[in-house]
């Protein structure tokens, strides 16, 4: 089987394609060996748009071509001219465009459907994704949430649950230290430019100003997003806007450690339903590294609900898991303190659960079949389920 993925982010914003490419590709290369012959190729989207020799040339040599959010402008066309040439055509993508909030930096190209230059696209890119989504052989995406919207309210023809799994050569050992001397709590965030209403709509931001307002021994880390800061500025008091640190984003390649480096606890808060799309990426990190969390209680962590233990975890209640429609400031704070007080044990939990969350999200052969079956299945399909030379 040769699988041929088409990536969308640049190396200054690879953290979506690390996660839904790279990781998954090498998952591939390392462990589908174990049950069948898999060969696996990365090319910039640009190769696909363009269809550059070397795009054209991996195109006819692949069995599975997935592209990454890519369905709009030439890329329609080439869709069909591929599909019809019998490749499997994949489009993976792991945002809700449709709900993108004008507070998202992405907003001005798929909410009003401009460019950069403010030139308007025809036709819009969401009229464009929408087609894309009917016209490929099958949406793949780490949220069932999305799988849902895509075949209920966009004509998916077949949809491919596929989580998110983590690489773990880009994570460090876990921190056993557990606080123990009443050495000050760090709480940690980091994200994109996407998360603003996260933060203003869950409650989490009047917690944190109580938290500061009681307590001596936190400190609070916020990588990325400067937004973020200065919605915890405008509401925290004078005198402890020194127990606030804003950290400028960091690559990929870095982000294990310093998380690790500068976090005790964790926080994942969500709020609406374009958050409720979002995979769990940020709860996975914490549970690999160790790190106890507080996050919201959304379809987005569901996988993690479903966990054997979450004696490490607290997640908050904000109204219906689909929707995040309840602000529930107190439920944040009551967590918070909780942890403050507890950190020892829920530390300790945390440590105890990290062998199995590395099995669970990491690359093993047991998440390469998952990945394999669901790619065999749909070229089985396509070929109308005769059999397979390998």
């Known amino acids: 089987m040769n699988i041929l993925y088409f990536i969308a982010d640049q190396f200054k914003t690879y953290n979506s394609s690390r996660w839904r490419v790279s990781s998954q590709a090498k998952l591939l290369r390392e462990h ?78 798929w909410g009003e459907g401009r460019r950069k230059n403010g030139s308007k696209i025809i036709p819009h890119p969401i009229e464009q994704l929408k087609e894309g989504i009917s016209i490929v052989d099958a949406v793949s995406a780490p949220s069932k949430l999305l799988l849902k919207d895509a075949k209920l309210d966009h004509g998916a023809r077949d949809i491919r649950y596929i989580p998110n799994f983590i690489d773990l050569d880009l994570m460090p050992e876990p921190n056993t230290n557990t606080n123990s001397n009443n050495e000050k709590i760090l709480f940690v965030w980091g994200g994109s430019m996407s998360h603003v209403r996260s933060w203003k709509y869950s409650g989490i931001l009047e917690a944190t100003r109580e938290i500061l307002k009681h307590r001596d021994n936190v ?80 379809t987005s962590y569901l996988p993690d609900l479903q966990d054997k233990n979450t004696d490490g975890e607290i997640f908050i209640d904000q109204g219906d898991t689909d929707k995040l429609n309840r602000y529930n400031a107190q439920g944040w704070t009551v967590a918070l303190n909780k942890v403050i007080d507890n950190f020892e044990n829920y530390k300790k939990e945390a440590l105890k659960m990290v062998p199995y969350y590395r099995d669970k999200y990491g690359l093993n052969p047991t998440n390469a079949k998952h990945v394999v079956d669901c790619y065999r299945t749909l070229i089985l399909k396509k070929k109308g389920y005769k059999k397979l030379s390998w």
Not at 42 to 65: E, K, Y
Not at 223 to 248: A, Q, S, W
């Open 32 to 109: 589908a060996h174990h049950f069948t012959n898999v060969n696996t190729f990365i090319l910039s989207v640009a190769h696909w748009q363009r269809q550059t020799t070397i795009g054209i040339s991996h195109c006819a040599w692949a069995d599975v071509i997935v592209l990454q959010r890519t369905a709009i402008n030439l890329g329609l066309k080439h869709i069909r001219l591929w599909r019809d040439a019998g490749k499997v055509i994949v489009l993976d993508y792991d945002d809700d465009y449709f709900r993108i909030p004008n507070d998202n930096t992405a907003y001005q190209f």
């Open 219 to 298: 400190e609070f880390r916020i990588f990325g997003d400067g937004r973020i800061m200065e919605m915890i500025d405008r509401v925290i008091d004078h005198n402890h806007k020194h127990m606030v640190k804003f950290l400028p984003y960091v690559p990929y390649y870095q982000w294990g450690r310093t998380l690790q480096q500068n976090g005790d606890v964790g926080l994942a808060p969500l709020a609406g339903q374009y958050d409720c799309r979002r995979s769990n990426i940020k709860t996975i990190e914490y549970k690999c590294l160790g790190m106890p969390f507080v996050a919201s209680k959304s």
